[in-house]
C-alpha cells in the first residue's frame, strides 16, 4: 500500500507560531476499505432514511453486524448535509458517523453546501463524541454521482477550514481515481 500523503498545515499567531493547544489536524489520503480502519470514528456515506444502502454504506452495514440496523432505525432518519453517530459495533472503529450528502442535480441545487455541510457536521459530531481520529470516504461521489474532482475540492477545503478538535483526518481511497484526485488536491 502506498504510504499516505500528508498535508499538515502551519500556524502562526500574531507573534509567531501558534501554541499546541491551536494545532490543526492532519489530513491525508490513503488508499483502502473504510471497513478495517482503526481510527476512533469512520464515516458512512448514508442516506438520509439511514437504511442498510449499498456502496460503502452496504459494507459499513455488512462488516459492523445486524446491531447497526437496530441503531440507525432508533435515530429516526437524517437529513442532507447533517451527520449522526452510532457505534461501530464489529468494527475496529469505535464509532460509525453518518453523513448524508447531497444526490448531485447538475451542481445548481445546493450540492456544494450540502457536501461541505455533511464533512463540516461529522467533524462537529467527532467532537461530540470525542473521537480524535476519523476516516472519511468520498462522500457522494458513488451512486450519488457527484463529479470527482468537484467533491475532492469541497470535501478538503471544508476539512481544512474546519475548526475542529479532532487530529486526524484521513480519507480511505477505495480505487485509483479516487485517490489520484485527494493526491492532487492535498498537494495544493
Ligand atoms: P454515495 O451514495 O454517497 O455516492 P457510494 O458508497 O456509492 O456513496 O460511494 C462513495 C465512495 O465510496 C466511492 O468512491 C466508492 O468507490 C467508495 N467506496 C465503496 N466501498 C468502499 C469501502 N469499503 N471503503 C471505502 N470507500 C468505499
Not at 98 to 109: F, L, N, Q, T, Y
Not at 153 to 164: G, L, Q, S, Y
Not at 166 to 181: G, N, P, Q
Amino acid at each position: 500500500m502506498p504510504a499516505p500523503v500528508r498535508f499538515v498545515p502551519f500556524l502562526w499567531g500574531i507573534d509567531g507560531p501558534l501554541g499546541s493547544e491551536s494545532v490543526a489536524a492532519t489530513l491525508e489520503a490513503a488508499q483502502g476499505d473504510i471497513t478495517r480502519e482503526a481510527v476512533d470514528a469512520i464515516v458512512n456515506a448514508a442516506n438520509s432514511g439511514l437504511a442498510r444502502g449499498g456502496g460503502v454504506c452496504g459494507a459499513i452495514f455488512s462488516a459492523a453486524g445486524p446491531e447497526l440496523d437496530a441503531a440507525c432505525a432508533e435515530l429516526g432518519g437524517c437529513p442532507t448535509g447533517d451527520a449522526k453517530a452510532t457505534p461501530g459495533f464489529r468494527l475496529p472503529a469505535r464509532w460509525i458517523i453518518h453523513a448524508v450528502g447531497p444526490v448531485w442535480h447538475g451542481g445548481d441545487s445546493g450540492e456544494p453546501e450540502l457536501l461541505a455541510s455533511a464533512y463540516r457536521r461529522s467533524l462537529a459530531v467527532a467532537d461530540e463524541i470525542g473521537a480524535s481520529s476519523v476516516a472519511f470516504p468520498a462522500i457522494s461521489t458513488g451512486i450519488y454521482g457527484y463529479p470527482l474532482d468537484a467533491a475532492t475540492h469541497v470535501a478538503v477545503r471544508a476539512c481544512r477550514d474546519a475548526e475542529t478538535s479532532v487530529d486526524l483526518i484521513r480519507f480511505v481511497c477505495f480505487d485509483d481515481r479516487t485517490l489520484a484526485a485527494y493526491e492532487g488536491e492535498l498537494a495544493d
